[in-house]
């Protein structure tokens, strides 16, 4: 009796009127949803196809529903449900329902905010309140934006000072892009325009990037204003062909004080070959280079002490459009328990450029053989740290990995 009551007195203060609903009791609009799978704070740049409504309890449709679900902007409706799917999941911890709206597939015009409308009643709760009171959601929405562009774009600092070409520039949209035919950057010194840079624009997980994927290595003079822009149309949504990107306008200052700093290998291929095998390796540089003669590379077995395994002749490879060290160990089987490391030893490679600027000696090690904890000062460093997607990192974050000299090291400030 006490329980009858107290439900009453909790429908009159919300303002909830109780509505005949033939044998299954009363209805009460206190159901509402835990979220969306559009989100007020993200834009929405699929085509409108199906939206997700998820409630904290087990859901049906309700009988009898003649109000439609819509999605609407400014109060007028601009596309109505075709149907409503119910997904019930039931797990040790939990029970949850989903709503799925769905819709005629079409893309909504961009730069407008519209309200998805789910009217009073359209749901229920699978089970009757105490046998009498059967709980429907009430009427609810969820607002989201389809942008007029991609946006505004974070990343590299503008007025940086700048070198060469060897430094990461590189711009991210807070969506997944792909290019819109072959883009390139504008590069102009001062204000005459001098060069076209490949624009490489790709995405990972929510986030769009473009970089400029310089053809060839270049100096920017020092104290020389230059300027890097993408034109507006470079690049678009995965999913939406008509949502692009607005013009990006970089500057920087030209830093390159006429002399070649030396340099070291950018990408390793045993960093993605895992097969235990170790046969052809191949070293990627930044830069056209040769190779000195009589060269080689050595293979090195770490523990229990460190010994010269073999040595082997490297060779040049420039067919996909970079400049690759190929050597090949012919099948050795790397023992992970002791562990390895490939030597590049100084003055094996040097640069096409400047003879007299060589390949600081690097090395690769294995896994197993562990990562190096060391500080590396950007300003006394003879060679640059780079991710490890092989990218030139100016300002590392300590406590992430990095490589540095062939080696994989921790930052430590």
């Not at 600092?157 to 883009?183: C, M, N, R």
Request: aromatic share 10%.
């Amino acid at each position: 009796m006490r329980t009858k009551l107290l439900i009453t007195i909790v429908l009159a203060l919300l303002g909830l009127q109780a509505v005949s609903a033939g044998n299954t009791g009363t209805t009460a609009p206190i159901m509402w949803p835990v979220s969306y799978t559009v989100k007020s704070d993200r834009p929405f740049v699929c085509p409108l196809e199906e939206i997700g409504v998820k409630f904290d309890r087990a859901i049906k449709l309700m009988d009898g529903v003649t109000t439609p679900v819509t999605v609407q902007a400014n109060g007028v409706v601009v596309a109505e449900a075709t149907s409503l799917e119910i997904i019930n999941s039931e797990s040790k911890n939990s029970t949850e329902g989903i709503l799925n709206v769905h819709f005629e597939k079409q893309n909504l015009p961009k730069g407008v905010t519209y309200q998805l409308c789910i009217p009073e009643g359209v749901i229920g709760r699978t089970e009757m309140e105490d046998g009498i009171y059967q709980l429907v959601n009430g009427a609810t929405g969820v607002k989201f934006t389809v942008p007029a562009s991609l946006g505004p774009t974070y990343g590299t600092e503008d007025g940086l000072h700048i070198p060469d070409s060897d430094h990461f520039i590189v711009f991210y949209w807070g969506l997944e892009t792909k290019a819109v035919g072959q883009p390139k950057f504008d590069l102009y010194r001062e204000n005459e325009k001098i060069a076209e840079i490949p624009a490489e624009v790709t995405y990972d997980w929510d986030l769009g990037q473009v970089r400029a994927a310089f053809d060839a290595y270049m100096t920017f003079d020092k104290g020389v204003p230059y300027r890097l822009i993408l034109p507006a149309g470079s690049a678009c949504s995965i999913y939406r062909d008509d949502i692009t990107n607005d013009e990006i306008v970089f500057n920087f200052i030209g830093a390159y004080n006429g002399k070649m700093d030396s340099f070291t290998y950018t990408w390793c291929s045993l960093y993605t070959d895992h097969s235990g095998i170790l046969g052809e390796v191949s070293f990627t540089f930044d830069r056209p280079i040769e190779i000195a003669p009589d060269a080689k590379i050595q293979l090195y077995e770490i523990y229990p002490a460190e010994k010269l395994i073999m040595e082997v002749t490297p060779w040049l490879n420039t067919d996909g459009n970079c400049w690759q060290l190929m050597c090949d160990f012919g099948g050795y089987h790397r023992d992970d328990m002791w562990g390895f490391t490939i030597v590049i030893p100084e003055g094996t490679v040097y640069s096409s450029d400047d003879h007299n600027v060589k390949c600081l000696r690097s090395e690769f090690r294995n896994e197993s053989a562990g990562v190096d904890n060391i500080t590396v000062n950007q300003s006394q460093s003879d060679s640059p740290v780079y991710d490890l997607f092989g990218r030139k990192v100016n300002k590392p974050i300590p406590g992430s990995m990095y490589i540095h000299n062939g080696k994989k090291i921790i930052y430590k400030n």
